[in-house]
């Protein structure tokens, strides 16, 4: 009976040990410390496409060589509008390793696998080789349109959980300038 009251305290022990030191690690990880979604979260988001005679060839998120062009979320931001009401502004760009001019492009952004959770953006804008387009045209998706509530539920989601993970991009078209 003491050897089982004496096994039971060590246990107890090792318990409050082992959950003291789970409660350290956690209190000091800067890994989503405030809960919502920053610049450096968006910045492993990207998709690279090689280009092949003026046509949108291979796509990948890992790192491809040759002629291609880097799709990038830009930006996720939460905003409060005049009437009390709250939206996101999203942007993305595209930075053209192709060696042609990029005449205007269009993403599809997907933060879901539901087409409803999913945001087609314009960049209506010429990008050189070795250049990156403007980050200032955005989109602003409201709380209160009904139309986008489901991709304004998802991207809220995403925002105040600070996790990415869902969100992908994926060309529907780009268009350059022939010679």
């Not at 039971?8 to 000091?28: E, H």
């Not at 280009?51 to 291609?68: A, K, M, P, R, V």
């Not at 879901?112 to 080789?129: C, M, R, S, W």
Request: positive net charge; hydrophobic residues 40%; contains cysteine.
């Amino acid at each position: 009976m003491l050897k089982r009251i004496h096994m039971s305290r060590f246990s107890g022990f090792v318990r409050f040990i082992s959950l003291s030191i789970f409660w350290l690690v956690i209190s000091f990880s800067p890994i989503k410390a405030d809960g919502f979604l920053k610049s450096e979260d968006l910045q492993s988001i990207k998709t690279i496409c090689l280009i092949e005679d003026y046509q949108i060839g291979f796509c990948s998120e890992s790192n491809l060589n040759g002629n291609h062009v880097v799709l990038r979320l830009s930006e996720i931001k939460s905003v409060l509008l005049n009437q009390r009401t709250h939206g996101f502004r999203v942007s993305a760009t595209i930075e053209n390793m192709s060696k042609r001019i990029i005449l205007n492009s269009k993403l599809k952004i997907m933060f879901g696998e539901d087409e409803a959770e999913h945001l087609t953006f314009i960049i209506p804008q010429k990008v050189i080789y070795k250049d990156t387009s403007s980050s200032t045209i955005s989109h602003l998706i409201r709380s209160d349109v009904k139309s986008v509530s489901k991709l304004y539920e998802k991207i809220n989601f995403i925002y105040f959980n600070a996790d990415p993970s869902s969100i992908k991009l994926r060309p529907i078209e780009i268009n350059f300038v022939r010679n």
